[in-house]
């Protein structure tokens, strides 16, 4: 069993209705009709959120996602309508400010559209039992943080809270959301996954994998547009490297909550990860280490100073 250590009360925004509490973000729909996603500093790993926040860090994501969609603009739509605080309703909370985004309402597709550049994770775990990833066939001799010959589209289906998503193959996907949608968000993910590498690079930072979702905007003459939706290219949705630091057959220092997972699992927890008890509350420095790296990021890859 997982989930929440202690679940929380979303605040209820007159002129809002709440829809759904994810493990980072808080959904909610306005009088328009239209979603007002709110990231939170909640933090989640191995299948809990925990019960311990990371300043900042909900702001950090959405601030780093608006930056990302507007490298990617010209590649895909997405789907902020704003971003201004001005535009939320007067009786939202205070905290509310540079952490959300009122967005259009899609029809999602029910897959978390994986690319891979790198191997390592869940993807490492099936290379070493079959030499394949999502069934895909990959060369001899790869290891933990070994490049891919090219990047692939590697899904998963989505998975409730506490829950973990599972690698499935192109066919599966195909059958699930049909031939054409299928098709779409593998070319649609390994673009964007191709022009955030080569952003990232330049920056000294590599792209590991990542993931996307993709909804639908159903016009009303019954045509379709794929849009790029919720988080993107975050260090919740990505593997960020140092690519000075890139050793293939280790695991690679990342920017992201390894901080989080390496306390967790270390005797200091004293908690045991497969037992059915909820994680401890983290120590304030691995907290404050948690920010750095997030902020780290942030400023690596938008050359902004965080503020």
């Known amino acids: 069993m997982s989930g929440f250590v202690e679940k929380p009360e979303p605040p ?22 239209d979603l007002v996603m709110v990231a939170t ?40 309508l704003s971003a201004a605080d001005e535009d939320l309703p007067e009786s939202a909370p205070a905290d509310w400010a540079g952490r959300t985004l009122i967005c259009k309402s899609l029809d999602m597709v029910p897959v978390e559209a994986v690319a891979r550049g790198y191997l390592t994770g869940s993807g490492l775990v099936e290379y070493n039992e079959s030499r394949t990833v999502c069934g895909l066939a990959l060369p001899e001799g790869l290891e933990d943080g070994s490049e891919l010959p090219a990047p692939i589209f590697t899904p998963a289906t989505k998975a409730a809270v506490g829950e973990h998503d599972e690698n499935v193959s192109y ?40 993931k996307f979702e993709f909804g639908f905007d159903r016009a009303p003459d019954g045509t379709s547009t794929l849009i790029l939706a919720d988080e993107v290219l975050t260090p919740d949705s990505s593997r960020f490297w140092p690519a000075d630091q890139w050793q293939p057959g280790r695991a690679q220092p990342s920017y992201d909550k390894q901080f989080v997972r390496d306390w967790l ?43």
């Open 171 to 210: 066919e599966e996907v195909a059958r699930q959301v049909g031939a054409d949608t299928a098709a779409q968000l593998r070319q649609a993910t390994l673009a964007v996954y191709s022009r955030a590498r080569d952003i990232a690079r330049e920056r000294g930072i590599i792209l590991a994998d990542t």
């Open 265 to 307: 699992t270390s005797p200091a927890s004293g908690w045991d990860r497969k037992s059915e008890t909820p994680p401890p509350a983290l120590p304030e420095e691995v907290v404050a280490a948690t920010r750095a790296k997030y902020i780290e990021a942030y400023e690596l890859l938008t050359g902004q100073s965080w503020s």
């Open 41 to 80: 500093d909640r933090l989640s790993a191995y299948d809990w959120v925990l019960p311990s926040l990371i300043p900042d860090k909900g702001r950090v994501l959405t601030q780093l996602s608006l930056w990302w969609f507007d490298q990617l603009q010209d590649l895909i739509p997405n789907h902020v």
């Open 12 to 33: 209820q925004v007159p002129g809002l209705v709440h829809l759904h509490t994810g493990k980072v973000r808080d959904l909610y729909r306005n009088e328009t009709g």
